[in-house]
Every structure is written in structure tokens, then in C-alpha cells.
């Protein structure tokens, strides 16, 4: 007396969930390197090079006579930038000139610089708390002494934060998607019995080779089948993610059509 065939059930390949596997942990390193270079990195070298274009503003003030001026002072940082952008090219014309107005073109110039340090950094709005007014020729001299242990850093460039932050999105969504990919994945089952050749969906409904009426090869070199049954529902099968289901499509293909076999 034989044993009747048992039911049997897919597994999840595991070269796919290997190679899924590896994708996600460079997706996740990734997305923590944007992290790193988003909220350390860039942040901490767009300071060292804000600090340097402060020092460089606060120089060209005193040389023009302006340190302990009101116009120093930074009451509305983006109205400021604004306006001196639009000099910009004027200004660094006027700067080449050594008399005191270019000195003074000079110091709009660093002002300039300074601000848009700021706002690369994400901090334009800081720029009235950075200046202390109640002793600018103290700050200076700070600033001097601080900077002389420093390398000036290259500025940032306009798109480096937001870039960094996109890589963290990029990275940690994409990682993410494959997660959720690989939970679906491992939760669909096929079933196959082998007395009568039954597939079983992971819906539930199950087929018969005598319910199909091709089995449609075209994408099988991508390692998927499409099962077109009699009653003109269409079922595309994933043979790459899926074991054995391929064995079981290539049985009832036997069955259902010897000849082509």
C-alpha cells in the first residue's frame, strides 16, 4: 500500500531573497551616509566656513572704517541678501579699487559672502544673533584667534544639502519598499498536489491542466509564465521568486499538451 502524494508548498527562492537582501543593506548604508553627511558633515563645514566669512566681514568693516558702525548690524538677513545680490556685480567691480569707497565695496562684498554662507547652511536667519554688537572689535579678535587652528573649508554649493537629504530618502524609502516587497513575497504560497496535477493560488482558487488553454512562453527567459485559461482569465506566474513553480508549470504543460512537451 503506497502513501497518497502530500501537498506541496512554495518557498521564497532564496538566491532572490539573498540578492533582495544585500540591495536593502546598501540602500540602508546608503541612505545613513545622506544622514551623516546631512546632518554632521555639510552642517559642521558650512559653520567653519561661515565662521571664516564672518571674520573676513568683520576685517573688511574695520578697514573701511565700519566696524563700530550701525550698519554692521543685520537687522532683516533676508532683505539684506536681496539687496546686496543685486549689486553683486558692481560691487565686485568697486572692490578692486583701493581707495576707501572700495574698501567699502570691499566690505558689502564680504557682508555678501557672509550671507550667502548662511543661507546654504539653512541658517540665513541666525545672522542677527552672530553679530555681537555690544563689541565687534572683541568678536573680531575671537574670531582671529579661533580661525588660526582652522583650515578654511571649501563653501558649500547651493544644492549640497538638499542633495544629501534626497539621498536619504532615496536610500531609506527604497530600502524600505524592498522590505514590505520581501514581507509580501514570503506571505504568498502556491500549493501543489500531485495526484491531479492541482495548482492552488495564494487567493485560493486552484486549476487543473485541463483549465488552461496556453501556457504563454514569451517572458520565460525573464522567468515569468502567463497561464491563459479556457475561461478567459489570465494568470501571470513569477517562476524567479517562487520554488519550485516552475517544475509544476512544466508538469501541467506535460499533461496539458504532450505534444509540445
Not at 79 to 103: F, P, Y
Not at 105 to 112: F, H, N, S, T, V
Request: charge should be positive; hydrophobic fraction near 45%.
Amino acid at each position: 500500500m503506497s502513501d497518497a502524494p502530500t501537498v506541496q508548498t512554495t518557498k521564497t527562492n532564496r538566491a532572490w531573497l539573498l540578492k533582495m537582501v544585500i540591495f536593502m543593506i546598501v540602500l540602508l548604508g546608503f541612505g545613513c551616509w545622506g544622514l551623516f553627511d546631512a546632518w554632521y558633515a555639510y552642517p559642521a563645514r558650512g559653520e567653519a566656513d561661515a565662521t571664516f566669512r564672518l571674520k573676513a566681514y568683520l576685517e573688511a568693516a574695520r578697514d573701511a572704517g565700519r566696524l563700530n558702525g550701525p550698519g554692521v548690524t543685520v537687522a532683516d538677513p533676508s532683505a539684506e541678501l536681496a539687496a546686496l545680490s543685486k549689486r553683486e556685480a558692481d560691487l565686485r567691480r568697486a572692490a578692486a579699487d583701493l581707495t576707501m569707497s572700495g574698501r567699502q565695496a570691499k566690505a558689502d562684498l564680504a557682508r555678501l559672502e557672509w550671507l550667502q554662507s548662511l543661507k546654504r547652511l539653512g541658517r540665513l536667519g541666525s545672522a542677527p544673533s552672530r553679530l555681537r554688537v555690544d563689541g565687534l572689535d572683541a568678536q573680531l579678535a575671537q574670531l582671529t584667534q579661533q580661525t588660526k587652528t582652522m583650515v578654511q573649508p571649501s563653501p558649500l554649493a547651493a544644492y549640497d544639502l538638499p542633495l544629501q537629504w534626497a539621498f536619504v530618502v532615496l536610500g531609506f524609502g527604497l530600502a524600505a519598499w524592498l522590505a514590505v516587497l520581501i514581507a509580501r513575497v514570503s506571505g504568498h504560497k502556491y500549493r501543489w498536489d500531485p495526484s491531479d496535477h492541482r495548482l492552488t493560488l495564494p487567493g485560493g482558487a486552484s486549476l487543473v491542466p485541463a483549465d488552461v488553454r496556453e501556457f504563454d512562453k514569451r517572458k520565460w527567459h525573464k522567468f515569468y509564465v502567463t497561464l491563459h485559461l479556457n475561461d478567459g482569465r489570465s494568470i501571470p506566474l513569477d517562476l524567479l521568486r517562487f520554488v519550485p513553480l516552475e517544475d509544476w508549470v512544466l508538469a501541467m504543460e506535460k499533461v496539458r499538451f504532450p505534444e509540445a512537451a
